[in-house]
């Protein structure tokens, strides 16, 4: 378990948890070995990082990362959501 904060766009600060993530990615259509191992990942390069807490959009660019490492389909399906959120926001992806 990783014991940083994420920064939310509207500026709110989070526990990181994992949890999220594998609800998010097996939406996308990972199964649930595959979720955990993205997670994992996750945790390990979050353990890299030397800052108190971590922007949201920085945790989802290295999802989009891993997810693409594992199963191309389901980072197509994990991009067209993102991009559907980011309408709300404003972001460019």
Excluded: H
């Excluded at 399906?77 to 980011?86: P, S, V």
């Amino acid at each position: 378990m990783v014991n940083i904060k994420v920064e939310k766009r509207d500026g709110k600060l989070e526990d990181f948890e994992c949890e999220k993530i594998i609800r998010v990615v097996s939406a996308a259509g990972l199964d649930n070995r595959e979720a955990k191992i993205l997670c994992d990942q996750i945790e390990l390069w979050l353990g890299k990082i030397k800052e108190p807490k971590i922007t949201s959009l920085q945790v989802r660019d290295q999802v989009l990362v891993e997810i693409q490492k594992i199963n191309k389909n389901a980072a197509k399906k994990f991009i067209w959501f993102e991009k559907y959120k980011d309408k709300n926001y404003g972001v460019k992806f």
